[in-house]
């Protein structure tokens, strides 16, 4: 065999194992900071306002679209049965329990995960983050710590917002464009969506904060070079963080179902 | 006193950033670190500060080993005493100068009444009016009221020893001269301890020890005042800028002309 793949191969694992390590380290410290330490109480609503508040029109875009999408996909398999009634009770479940945590941890990702990557390492890289421990200010409380309790709190509130949407969409499709009842609308999600369909969604979104802010300040912590190597930050930070959150999905989906959470 | 003793550093394995380097800073007085472009003057100077690792050595501050400290104990034993002058001035982009200078203090909780008056008293010192730039953000900034801003922000910690990365690189002259007064000043009023890095030899006419970095070491250690007489042959080829003589000019290409 050709000993320059089992090189690459070889190399490529350590690489990985690498990466996973400081990964895994980087999250020791911030959880040390965590608990020894006292919140940034200022950083951390900065940081609620700019990863939640700021997130909130993209959030009501996809959601509204996915519901619409949703709904009239599930149409053209529900009225080859006749049972288009519950059309708004998959939409609801399929909001709650899957695309309102997927899609708004995909989309803040995309919006508040790079913009934190793109932070904190120009941040590294033109030494502010050497200049706050100069003056005695541990960058983990003032920089990271604010920002992973942020992610791991707004998520919920903006995916209850997601979901709300994405069922204002369902109705909209349903009751506008085919004519149906809005109360069986309402009535198919209120007989068959339980509070453990929107308690589990909510828990993966906060996990979902978790990973995309944890990626994010780790690709920016760990930046070097110059503005490209923001840029690489950025990028690895969006797809790190969005293939982390799609598997994690099924884990947690899996988890949750098992415990009777979801 | 700072103690640098068979200081290592490489970041490849390959190249040694500093290679042997032995050095003492005496107290209360400023050395400047001369050396070429790409020598390793600022690594050299954060692996003083314990903000890069060397990869042996010890460095001795007041008999504090740096080398072996952890970031909590870089915190408690070096930084509450040593500042650090960044080149660019390392201001923090989403805070103004008042948030940026008082940050120490604003992170300790305490009330923006009592920091004020500090921040402007720092300020002052570093010949800037504060009422015209406390609430300006660091990009409504000049180069040169940037550095000062920094360097009001490091004084913020009343540091006994001060480090200095090219305080002066991209400052019109007359700037340059405020900038290295103004080190001067801090100096005779404070007897701090410093540190500078530079390429402006006007700054000889301020310090008290020259220090040549080349190949990783020190190759020349002297006064200041004397250092136009020396026959050193490293200083004499470097402060005349000739092109002859034991420092090689790293030249990737010759140019066709």
């Known amino acids: 065999m050709d000993t320059g793949i089992i090189a690459l191969i070889g190399r490529s694992f350590i690489a990985i194992c690498d ?38 029109i993209i959030i009501f875009l996809t959601g509204l679209s996915a519901g619409l999408a949703l709904a009239l996909q599930t149409n053209i398999g529900f009225s080859r049965f006749g049972i288009e009634e519950f059309i708004g009770t998959v939409v609801a479940l399929g909001m709650t329990r899957e695309l309102g945590p997927v899609l708004t941890g995909l989309m803040v990702t995309g919006r508040a995960g790079s913009a934190i990557a793109a932070e904190i390492g120009t941040m590294r890289i033109t030494e502010q983050i050497d200049a706050l421990k100069t003056l005695c200010i541990n960058p983990f409380q003032y920089l990271i710590v604010p920002r992973l309790i942020a992610g791991i709190i707004i998520l919920p509130f903006l995916t209850i917002f997601s979901m709300l949407c994405g069922i204002i969409g369902g109705y909209l499709y349903c009751v506008y464009q085919l004519n149906l009842n809005p109360e069986s609308y309402i009535s198919g999600i209120q007989q068959f969506v339980e509070m453990k369909d929107i308690t589990g969604g909510l828990i993966k979104a906060s996990c979902f904060g978790f ?27 969006v797809v790190l963080a969005s293939i982390l959150i799609l598997i994690a999905n099924y884990f947690l989906s899996a988890f949750l179902n098992q415990v009777g959470i979801s | 006193m700072i103690e640098i003793r068979n200081l290592r550093k490489t970041f490849d394995g390959v190249r040694w950033i500093t290679d042997n380097l032995n050095i003492n800073i005496p107290d209360g ?23 890069i690792k060397p990869t042996s050595g010890t460095i001795l501050i007041d008999g504090v080993d740096v080398t072996k400290l952890n970031e909590q104990e870089l915190q408690q034993e070096i930084f ?98 405020v900038v290295h007064e103004l080190m001067y000043k801090m100096q005779q009023q404070f007897h701090i301890t410093s540190i500078v890095i530079s390429h402006d030899v006007e700054i000889f ?53």
């Open chain 1, 19 to 56: 990466e996973l390590g400081s990964l895994f380290i980087f999250l020791g410290e911030a959880l040390k900071t965590a608990v020894t330490t006292r919140l940034n109480v200022a950083q951390f609503f900065i940081h609620m306002k700019r990863i939640g508040v700021d997130s909130f």
């Open chain 1, 211 to 237: 990973i995309m802010t944890w990626v994010g300040t780790y690709q920016g912590y760990q930046t070097v070079g110059g503005a490209r190597g923001v840029g690489i930050s950025t990028t690895r930070s």
């Open chain 2, 29 to 51: 007085q400023m050395t400047c670190i001369i050396g070429r472009s790409g020598e390793g003057k600022s690594v050299f100077l954060k692996q003083i500060l314990g903000l």
């Open chain 2, 80 to 177: 509450k005493k040593c500042g650090y002058v960044f080149q660019f001035a390392a201001l923090l982009d989403s805070l103004n100068v008042l948030e940026n200078v008082g940050i120490t203090l604003l992170q300790r909780g305490e009330p923006m009444e009592k920091i004020k008056p500090i921040v402007e008293e720092k300020l002052s010192l570093v010949n800037l009016v504060p009422s015209e730039i406390l609430s300006k953000y660091p990009s409504e900034l000049s180069g040169g009221m940037r550095k000062r801003v920094g360097f009001a922000r490091t004084l913020m910690t009343n540091p006994s020893i001060i480090l200095y990365d090219e305080p002066t690189t991209g400052l019109d002259p007359i700037t340059a001269r």
């Open chain 2, 205 to 257: 006419k301020y310090v008290d020890n020259i220090a040549l970095l080349y190949e990783g070491k020190i190759k020349f250690f002297g006064e200041a005042k004397t250092i136009w007489e020396s026959d050193n042959p490293y200083i004499y080829q470097f402060i005349r800028g000739l092109a002859d003589g034991p420092i090689q000019v790293e030249v990737a290409h010759q140019p066709e002309f």
